[in-house]
């Protein structure tokens, strides 16, 4: 089945068969937002307790009083009583300044440049006097390398697809069976190669043997690579094959018995002689 996916590795990159790029989502930015008002549970809290704390004020409490009464600490009810609004308290989740910041271009344009040893940059900066560390310079890179946010999914690999086609329909999760629909919908020729593969494994599980033949002439007329030469060696010992996929008898405990003997061999090779190795045999 891997050969048939290769095969079809462009149908893999392309994008959907209308064309067209998926929409991109609205930013945060575009939508009319009320800074005045902030929404959602943690701000209804923040409204709660501001609410609160000016209260208890109002009722000549003192700080230390209400942090006592409350369990909170005191730093956390200065923040309230000192907001005037409670608004003014949801704090910006903004990143910390770093020393790294005016270096960043630097490492920007470095590490396009295919320049990605942390070590050789860290060097470079260090002789330019830049007050940064190893542990800056290697984490900065390690956010280069990984893929930006905007940056659209990285198409499957062959490997995956057929991974996707040769298990049960039910083990892959949630996405991997969305994106094999995906691929499955660009290109018709691996949807037919898949048609033949559930039906085989419908064949394998059920026991229908009975229907080999008929598989066999449904996969040789739609000639896929590697598909069709399977199905065609399967020719070769029909009868055999007809009776694994029919009866329930199978020679599964006779090749258990021999890959015990062989592992019993390999663990006695070179230590001891046939006498020994038969008796160990005969003991398990």
Not at 8 to 29: F, I, V
Not at 142 to 148: E, F
Not at 176 to 190: F, G, I, Q, S, T
Not at 266 to 279: D, P, T
Request: some cysteine.
């Amino acid at each position: 089945m891997e050969t048939c996916v290769a095969a079809h590795r462009d149908c893999l990159r392309n994008p959907s068969p209308s064309g067209m790029l998926p929409e991109a989502p609205r930013l945060a930015s575009d939508q009319p937002q009320d800074d005045s008002a902030p929404a959602g549970r943690r701000a209804e809290r923040k409204k709660a307790a501001h609410a609160l704390v000016h209260e208890l004020l109002a009722q000549g409490h003192s700080r230390r009083a209400i942090a006592r009464h409350l369990g909170w600490g005191l730093n956390t009810v200065l923040r309230y009583a000192n907001a005037e609004r409670w608004q003014d308290t949801i704090r910006d989740n903004r990143p910390r300044p770093s020393r790294l910041d005016p270096y960043k271009p630097y490492l920007e344009r470095r590490f396009a440049a295919r320049c990605t040893s942390v070590t050789h940059l860290h060097r470079e900066l260090v002789a330019d006097n830049a007050p940064v560390t190893y542990q800056m310079v290697r984490a900065h890179i390690a956010t280069l390398r990984g893929a930006p946010a905007d940056a659209p999914p990285r198409p499957p690999t062959v490997r995956q697809v057929t991974g996707w086609l040769t298990r049960h329909p039910t083990a892959p999760c949630e996405d991997d069976r969305a994106n094999l629909k995906d691929v499955l919908a660009r290109c018709p020729e691996l949807d037919t190669a898949a048609g033949h593969v559930r039906d085989f494994g419908e064949i394998l599980s059920d026991r229908l043997g009975a229907r080999l033949p008929a598989w066999i002439d449904a996969v040789d007329s739609s000639q896929r690579p590697g598909l069709t030469s399977f199905a065609l060696h399967l020719l070769r010992d029909l009868d055999a094959v007809t009776a694994g996929l029919t009866l329930h008898w199978s020679s599964g405990s006779i090749e258990g018995a021999v890959n015990r003997i062989k592992k019993i061999k390999r663990q006695l090779y070179g230590r001891a002689g046939f006498a020994l190795l038969r008796k160990m045999i005969l003991l398990q």
